[in-house]
């Protein structure tokens, strides 16, 4: 937390509303980054070039920054075993959840789904009790 700054959480909370509100009026499509990134597994006529398109210009997004003074996290220097092992785990937890976080909290809560009002109150429900066992343990 030493380095979080609020003006610019506002400004990247504001950007991802506004791509999920042009996302779900021209396209009619919601702005769940797994449902995206798994569409391209299961392609229909005409559905995959938004996706592609949504995908790359939110990793050219994030490299639009940099000249701004923006930088990208270091990943911590840990196995590439521990990354996939967590990788797959989200993966899991977005299937059984239907949807990830950003789907869910972006777009669900936005739309006042219920089911995402619940699925984002397990999240932070989660979130917090992993982060307060970790400072149990000392884990920090």
């Not at 899991?92 to 950003?102: A, F, R, V, Y």
């Not at 789907?103 to 219920?114: D, E, K, P, Y």
Request: proline share 4%; net charge positive; hydrophobic share 55%.
């Amino acid at each position: 937390m030493e380095n979080f700054t609020p003006w610019s959480a506002l400004a990247g909370g504001m950007l991802l509303g506004l791509s999920a509100v042009i996302l779900l009026l021209f396209r009619g499509r919601i702005a769940g980054i797994s449902g995206i990134l798994s569409g391209l597994f299961t392609p229909h006529r005409g559905d995959t070039s938004w996706r592609v398109l949504f995908l790359v210009g939110m990793m050219l997004g994030a490299l639009a920054l940099i000249p701004l003074g923006f930088s990208i996290p270091d990943m911590p220097s840990s196995s590439w075993l521990i990354y996939v092992v967590a990788g797959l785990l989200v993966g899991i937890g977005t299937k059984l959840g239907n949807g990830c976080t950003s789907g869910h909290g972006i777009c669900g809560m936005g739309r006042f789904s219920v089911r995402s009002v619940v699925a984002t109150l397990v999240f932070m429900a989660v979130a917090i009790a992993v982060v307060l066992i970790r400072q149990m343990l000392g884990w920090v």
